[in-house]
T-cell receptor
Framework: DVKVTQSSRYLVKRTGEKVFLECVQDMDHENMFWYRQDPGLGLRLIYFSYDVKMKEKGDIPEGYSVSREKKERFSLILESASTNQTSMYLCASSLRNQPHYSGANVLTFGAGSRLTVL | GIQVEQSPPDLILQEGANSTLRCNFSDSVNNLQWFHQNPWGQLINLFY???GTKQNGRLSATTVATERYSLLYISSSQTTDSGVYFCAVSMTYNNNDMRFGAGTRLTVKP
């Protein structure tokens, strides 16, 4: 089974701190994603990556950056945390984009990181 | 962009009952996935089903792409089925275009 591991389950940070959320997958997936989940707003895509050193903005990239130096690791960075970034952060991966009906597009999620910014 | 609506928003069942969750979407899709989020926040992929019918144990799903809806059936529900069920769709095959519904919160009582 594919495993997506997020480094921290719960974090509490102060406003202005730099925050790193790490995500590692162990099945050689090409695609990795960062979402945030908020009550009433559902899951929203922050950033995604199709390959090493490659990144694309999702729907809500403001205030975030990402890093993918190795295929298995995708990091989400909050340069200067703010209270409105208090949320559940979910990392996901999929094998690759297939231009047809295929299990290669199945999304596998990590357990989530609940961040509180005070 | 594509709109996704899930119904009902909340569902309470007694253990052993059956249920049907619905996902309506506003445009044709090439990628549709159902997920279960347990009470601890973990999202598990249940089905990848842009069309047709699939079954996995007590769960099955049907997507009627031409009519723009998908159904998730849960039979003989158990307390461990509690959580939130999400439908996510994309017009392309790419996951970066996925739009998630607001979810159906299921509570199964013993």
């Amino acid at each position: 089974d594919v495993k997506v591991t997020q480094s921290s389950r719960y974090l509490v940070k102060r406003t202005g701190e730099k925050v790193f959320l790490e995500c590692v997958q162990d099945m050689d997936h090409e695609n990795m994603f960062w979402y945030r989940q908020d009550p009433g707003l559902g899951l929203r895509l922050i950033y995604f990556s199709y390959d090493v050193k490659m990144k694309e903005k999702g729907d809500i990239p403001e205030g975030y950056s990402v890093s993918r130096e190795k295929k298995e690791r995708f990091s989400l960075i909050l340069e200067s945390a703010s209270t409105n970034q208090t949320s559940m952060y979910l990392c996901a991966s999929s094998l690759r984009n297939q231009p047809h009906y295929s299990g290669a597009n199945v999304l596998t999620f990590g357990a989530g990181s609940r961040l509180t910014v005070l | 962009g594509i709109q996704v609506e899930q119904s009902p928003p909340d569902l309470i069942l007694q253990e052993g009952a059956n249920s049907t969750l619905r996902c309506n979407f506003s445009d044709s899709v090439n990628n549709l996935q159902w997920f279960h989020q347990n009470p601890w926040g973990q999202l598990i992929n249940l089905f990848y089903i842009p069309s047709g019918t699939k079954q996995n144990g007590r769960l099955s799903a049907t997507t009627v792409a031409t009519e723009r809806y998908s159904l998730l059936y849960i039979s003989s529900s158990q307390t461990t089925d509690s959580g939130v069920y999400f439908c996510a769709v994309s017009m392309t095959y790419n996951n970066n275009d996925m739009r998630f519904g607001a979810g159906t919160r299921l509570t199964v009582k013993p």
